[in-house]
């Protein structure tokens, strides 16, 4: 069980690293970037803001960088 203590506690502060207590997203806000060059991959993120988007580079497209692999709940 110590050998994997290290890998929840950090799979645990990942999934609350994009949770706010106070229901403000800080810097968590979509914003469009011009020009901005999106690959066609199905390969699943979640945005801080709650928002499912195709794939990373379509969420930093959208001005969000903090994104966990997979589908929103």
Do not use: R
């Amino acid at each position: 069980m110590q050998k994997w203590l290290p890998l929840i506690i950090a799979l645990t502060l990942l999934g609350a690293s994009c949770a706010n207590d106070d229901g403000d997203n800080g810097d968590c806000v979509e914003s469009k970037k011009e020009d901005c060059v999106v690959t066609f991959e199905i390969n699943p993120v979640c945005g801080c803001n709650g928002v499912t988007y195709e794939n990373p580079s379509t969420a930093a497209c959208h001005g969000i960088e903090n994104f966990t692999m997979g589908a929103c709940d």
